[in-house]
């Protein structure tokens, strides 16, 4: 797993966040003291955010982890994923109270106002969290469905299913989320890409076809995201291409191939369409899925079907001209 961003706060004093890697949802509340993000109550403006900026690439598999220390206050904070930046949309974690008796939940942000929260699941009750432990937040799309789970000091302790039709699908950016009443240190944010690199099997089709100038490239795959690509040309001419070439329709020479085409994966069999092929030809194709990252190539041969011809026959006898029309 990738370390994708980290940031340990080892910086000056400031009276605001480095904003080429950090926005703020709302300005005076956060801060870096003694080598330390902090986090000051916000007098009744309620949720606030800092989240990644655009320098960094939206991710949508990810972990994100920080060190908290509860200063004073009602310890009330937590992690954010798939958040659009501005903390309008995405997941957090939250994290209420300190010592015996602090819980954990899970929400979903549907919107600007606080009252458009969803929470996933149930609440985990009668945790013991020190104000000093480390926090996890992590999500994946498994199938039709969002993963959710949150850790306290590397130990699961809550695991929600986000299976609505509000699920958020998207890559966003990270961050940290708190509430108006706690007043909050973190230190050592970390985002890890939990993207799985799919792995593609059984490449299709294979033998002769039934069809003379098109072909439908498919594959086994292992992960029901992404993007499947494929490229039809001769076996000289696809002999050691790469998937970013095939990814743009190029043969290994890295000009145009004679065939290619895409689809969306959203099954364990992508396949994709390929036209203007000739009849009766002996093929070689490679395909590739990306989702996030590059999967295995995979390749096969296959031949195009023959053309169906047709034989006009005509016949004259005393009751004038018979046509027959042949086909094979």
Partial sequence: MATLFSDNFNRADSATVDATNWTETITSVWSILSNRLRAVTTGGLGRCCVTTTSAHAAVADCAVQVDRVARSGSFDSGLMVRTNGTGTTGYFLDCIGTGAGATLDIWRIDGPAISNDTQIGSTVTGLTIAATDTLKFQVQTVGATVELKGYVNGVQRIS??????????????????KWDTSDNDYDNFIVTDLSTTATLSSPTPSGTLGTTTTATIGATTDQTSGTFYAVVDSAANLSGVTATQIKA??????????ASGSSAVSTTAPAANVTGLSPTTLYSYAAVQ?????SNVVTGTFTTATAAVSLEISKYGPQGAARVIVTF
């Fill in 290 to 294: 990306n989702n996030g990252s590059d």
């Fill in 249 to 258: 329709g190029q043969k290994a020479s890295g000009a145009a191939a004679l």
């Fill in 160 to 177: 929600v299913v986000d299976s609505s039709g509000s699920r958020i699908t998207t890559a966003g950016q990270t961050g940290i989320i």
